[in-house]
T-cell receptor, first 116, second 113 residues
């Protein structure tokens, strides 16, 4: 258990409304990530953070923004939700050790978002 | 442009036999590879990883093999157990830097009694 929680776990919203998903970690990991999972695509990276206020884009960042004002929280915002953003969203943290061959990512339980 | 591919959407194996899941990649910059297991309504669970300095890594019933020249990796599970029934994802990244994982599409493994 990597101490990762996501909220909400389920959300239904309407097209055009803003939505914020929260990822919370308890172990002060530097790196945090947001992925989305869709059938036929596996998981795809949306944004990631490498420290407080330090974020960068991933593979599918259009329509999403992120913020990290505290080490433990990483927020994903859909400014104006669209039906194509219906997905399951996973947050991850990266366990870091002195050995770069041992720095796996651990995932939260996911948020299922439906945009009608 | 799929940089990581799992060409078998599903695999069915008898309990006690070996399960072999395959993954191919195209990006030569990838030097760190991971396998995750996912049950429905849960997040992916890390299984095993391998870096490009090795060609094999073993952890209990799980072994990952890496063939760099073929840009191919495989996960062997032996013996297969009913609890191994899940979706398996391979993922790849560069070992240095931000570790931006690129995932395959997943293979659904079913272990039959």
């Amino acid at each position: 258990d990597a101490g990762i929680t996501q909220s909400p776990r389920h959300k239904v919203t309407e097209t055009g409304t803003p939505v914020t998903l929260r990822c919370h970690q308890t172990e002060n990991h530097r790196y945090m990530y947001w992925y989305r999972q869709d059938p036929g695509h596996g998981l795809r990276l949306i944004h990631y953070s490498y420290g407080v206020k330090d974020t960068d884009k991933g593979e599918v960042s259009d329509g999403y923004s992120v913020s990290r004002s505290k080490t433990e929280d990483f927020l994903l915002t859909l400014e104006s939700a669209t039906s194509s953003q219906t997905s399951v969203y996973f947050c991850a943290i990266r366990a870091t050790s002195g050995d770069p061959h041992n720095n796996e990512q651990f995932f939260g339980p996911g948020t299922r978002l439906t945009v009608l | 442009d799929q940089q990581v591919k799992q060409n078998s959407p599903s695999l069915s194996v008898q309990e006690g036999r070996i399960s072999i899941l395959n993954c191919d990649y195209t990006n030569s910059m990838f030097d760190y590879f991971l396998w995750y297991k996912k049950y429905p309504a849960e997040g992916p669970t890390f299984l095993i990883s391998i870096s490009s300095i090795k060609d094999k890594n073993e952890d209990g019933r799980f072994t990952v093999f890496l063939n760099k020249s073929a840009k191919h990796l495989s996960l062997h599970i032996v013996p297969s157990q009913p609890g191994d029934s899940a979706v398996y994802f391979c993922a790849a990244s560069a070992i240095q830097g931000a570790q931006k994982l690129v995932f395959g599409q997943g293979t659904r493994l079913t272990i039959n009694p």
